[in-house]
Nanobody, 121 residues
Framework: QVQLVESGGGLVQPGGSLRLSCVAS????????MAWYRQAPGKERELVAV???????NYADSVKGRFTISRDNAKNTLYLQMNSLKPEDTGVYYC???????????????WGQGTLVTVSS
């Protein structure tokens, strides 16, 4: 069984910073793609940033220049450094990964339970 556990959410003032972490655990042979999504109140879940196993990254236009996604493959950990936070960044942030697991090995998409980020004065 594969699990993703996020941490690092909380309340921050506009202009502040937060760093989210997501640790993948379980029977994992490899992780292909990892990503952060968020869901604001009353809105659909949206992609924030994605990073491949080759460290190629892509960001939503709304966070470019402010957020940085990174991963530590040795620790099966994904990060999201969020700077210059705005009230519209408020939402539940979810970790997502496509992992290689099982016998025979197969791709499996996994979601974390989410961590709440609130940007407010």
């Amino acid at each position: 069984q594969v699990q993703l556990v996020e941490s690092g959410g909380g309340l921050v003032q506009p202009g502040g910073s937060l760093r989210l972490s997501c640790v993948a655990s379980g029977s994992i042979f490899g992780i292909k793609v990892m990503a952060w999504y968020r869901q604001a109140p009353g809105k659909e879940r949206e992609l924030v940033a994605v990073i491949t196993s080759g460290d190629s990254t892509n960001y939503a236009d709304s966070v470019k220049g402010r957020f940085t996604i990174s991963r530590d493959n040795a620790k099966n950990t994904l990060y999201l450094q969020m700077n210059s936070l705005k009230p519209e960044d408020t939402g539940v942030y979810y970790c997502n990964a496509v992992v290689v697991t099982g016998t025979p090995a197969r791709y499996l998409e996994v979601w974390g339970q989410g961590t709440l980020v609130t940007v407010s004065s």
